[in-house]
């Protein structure tokens, strides 16, 4: 799966940490996520949408 | 799901239960004179004991003055569900394995040194797969 979660965080200006610290997982959980390595489960997509203020999870996580 | 972790009391008063069991056993094994065979180097299986619940001490009071939060998110448990489904696979076939080699090549081990060898090259076996699994996902 790709995400925008990376350029979505540039545009807010938060780090990797803020964003973990936000959606309560560790920062490697969000570097594998914006490697495209790990997949999350809705409730972590629906949460990490919702801190990059987007609508639509579809937005910021894409299926290949 | 993500979730939150930290040293909790109630673990924290598992491991003090545990301890003074092993203590406790250790001294009455001792007072008994029940298993004075050497084990790994002590006279005595009660002395082995106490020996073990008084490192245990140890390693809770350093765990104790050095908890802080810790952060068990989901990627985390799904590495650590794959990494002892690994674990408890490749145990398996190196049970069978050893069970061959016993056929041909019987074990002289003592069976406390061997389950020890087996443990620790389990442990082993776990922090490395989980190093590996963790590069992968």
Redesign the interface.
């Known amino acids: 799966m790709k995400t925008k979660i990376r350029e979505f965080r540039k545009e807010q200006k938060i780090t990797q940490e803020e964003l973990a610290a936000i ?4 920062r ?2 969000i570097n ?1 996520l914006e490697q495209g ?2 997949n ?2 809705l ?2 997509a629906y ?1 990490i949408t919702k801190a990059l203020n987007k609508d639509k999870i579809e937005d910021v996580f894409i299926m290949d | ?4 972790k930290v040293v909790t009391k109630k673990s924290m008063i598992f491991r003090i239960v545990f301890i003074t069991v092993l203590i406790v056993s250790g001294a009455l094994l001792n007072q008994f004179n029940v298993g004075t065979n050497e084990l790994f180097g002590y006279s005595t299986v009660g002395n082995y004991l106490i020996f073990i619940g008084f490192v245990m001490v140890l390693v809770t009071t350093i765990t104790y003055f050095t908890k802080r939060e810790k ?1 068990i ?4 448990e ?1 590495l650590r569900n794959k990494t002892m489904t690994l674990t408890f696979t490749v145990f398996i076939f190196a049970a069978f394995a050893l069970i061959i080699w016993d056929g041909i090549w019987p074990i002289t081990m003592r069976y406390s040194i061997f389950i020890s060898y087996a443990v620790c090259t389990m442990l082993l076996f776990y922090g490395i797969a989980y190093k590996v699994l ?1 590069r ?2």
């Open positions: 959606v309560d997982v560790t490697q959980t594998s390595k790990y999350p489960s409730e972590l949460k | 799901m993500t979730s939150k952060i998110d989901e990627r985390m799904m963790e992968r996902y």
